[in-house]
Nanobody
Framework: QVRLAESGGGLVQAGGSLQLSCVAS????????MGWYRQAPGSQRELVAV???????DYTDSVKGRFTISRDSAKKTVWLQMSSLKPDDTGTYYC??????????????WGEGTQVTVSS
């Protein structure tokens, strides 16, 4: 079984910073794209940032210049460094990974989420 475990969420004042971590474990042959999504109450889950296996990042417009996604494939870990946080960044942040679990076996896995609350 593959599991994604997020950590690093919490309560922070506007303008502050947080770093989220996501570690993958289990029967993993390789990890392709890894990403972070978030969901605010009453809203749909949205993409925040994604990073390819080769390390190329992409961000939703609202976080460009404030958030940085990075990964260490050997450690099966992806991070999201969040700076200059705004109340609109509040939500549950989910890690997502496209993982190869065997020969021609590839699935998308989600973590259980970590709460980020930004106070004004």
């Amino acid at each position: 079984q593959v599991r994604l475990a997020e950590s690093g969420g919490g309560l922070v004042q506007a303008g502050g910073s947080l770093q989220l971590s996501c570690v993958a474990s289990g029967r993993i042959f390789g990890i392709n794209d890894m990403g972070w999504y978030r969901q605010a109450p009453g809203s749909q889950r949205e993409l925040v940032a994604v990073i390819t296996r080769g390390g190329s990042p992409d961000y939703t417009d609202s976080v460009k210049g404030r958030f940085t996604i990075s990964r260490d494939s050997a450690k099966k870990t992806v991070w999201l460094q969040m700076s200059s946080l705004k109340p609109d960044d509040t939500g549950t942040y989910y890690c997502k990974a496209d993982i190869s679990t065997g020969y021609q076996r590839r699935n998308v896995f989600w973590g259980e989420g970590t709460q980020v609350t930004v106070s004004s």
